[in-house]
T-cell receptor, first 115, second 114 residues
Framework: GAVVSQHPSRVICKSGTSVKIECRSL??????MFWYRQFPKQSLMLMAT?????????EQGVEKDKFLINHASLTLSTLTVTSAHPEDSSFYIC???????????FGPGTRLTVL | AQKITQTQPGMFVQEKEAVTLDCTYD???????LFWYKQPSSGEMIFLIY??????QNATEGRYSLNFQKARKSANLVISASQLGDSAMYFC???????????FGTGTRLQVTL
């Protein structure tokens, strides 16, 4: 099956620091990856679409300078939360789209806590 | 724009019973699909089932089946013979655009009781 990993699974940081989250497709190439954010007891909200070799496409209301996305290779996309603040505390989940399959393959998620 | 609605914030079902989780959608597309995902407390998103709008028969995957009614724009998930491990959040999701980005419903929390 298609496996997507995320690292770290959990991170706690101080306000004002930057945090990088990695999303990797382990056994397939993903030209497109997606980043979602989920607040407690809420649904997943798409933040951005990450395309290999080009700039990410951000959803309305998502600050591109705060949430930096880099899709450096066909198996790796990174999300950097810059100058994190407590309101950025959330569960961040990536998914990878595999051509020829209907479904997206989700990573296990990263729980970010900003103190 | 597509809109997807789950009207049941929470549901209870007894073990071994069947349960139906509702999902309605609104789209002007002629060709589309709809997903159901399960999210246990660990947070991972587990793919359950997919239905395409042109599929003639309702999709089934083990104990999961879709009651897909295009005229009503509903795609309800039926879980048969519920198990305690089925307790989780359940989301229906609608892919949009060529990149197939997903729009999720608000979710239904299912609790299976003894």
């Amino acid at each position: 099956g298609a496996v997507v990993s995320q690292h770290p699974s959990r991170v706690i940081c101080k306000s004002g620091t930057s945090v990088k989250i990695e999303c990797r497709s382990l056994d397939f190439q993903a030209t497109t990856m997606f980043w979602y954010r989920q607040f407690p007891k809420q649904s997943l909200m798409l933040m951005a679409t990450s395309n290999e070799g080009s700039k990410a496409t951000y959803e309305q209301g998502v600050e591109k300078d705060k949430f930096l996305i880099n899709h450096a290779s066909l198996t790796l996309s990174t999300l950097t939360v810059t100058s994190a603040h407590p309101e950025d505390s959330s569960f961040y989940i990536c998914s990878a789209y595999r051509g020829g399959y209907n479904e997206q393959f989700f990573g296990p998620g990263t729980r970010l806590t900003v103190l | 724009a597509q809109k997807i609605t789950q009207t049941q914030p929470g549901m209870f079902v007894q073990e071994k019973e069947a349960v139906t989780l509702d999902c309605t959608y609104d789209t002007s597309d002629q060709s589309y699909g709809l997903f159901w995902y399960k999210q246990p407390s660990s947070g991972e998103m587990i793919f359950l089932i997919y239905q395409g709008s042109y599929d003639e028969q309702n999709a089934t995957e083990g104990r999961y089946s879709l009651n897909f009614q295009k005229a009503r724009k509903s795609a309800n998930l039926v879980i048969s013979a519920s198990q305690l491990g089925d307790s989780a959040m359940y989301f229906c999701a609608f892919p949009t655009g060529t990149a197939s980005k997903l729009t999720f419903g608000t979710g239904t929390r299912l609790q299976v009781t003894l």
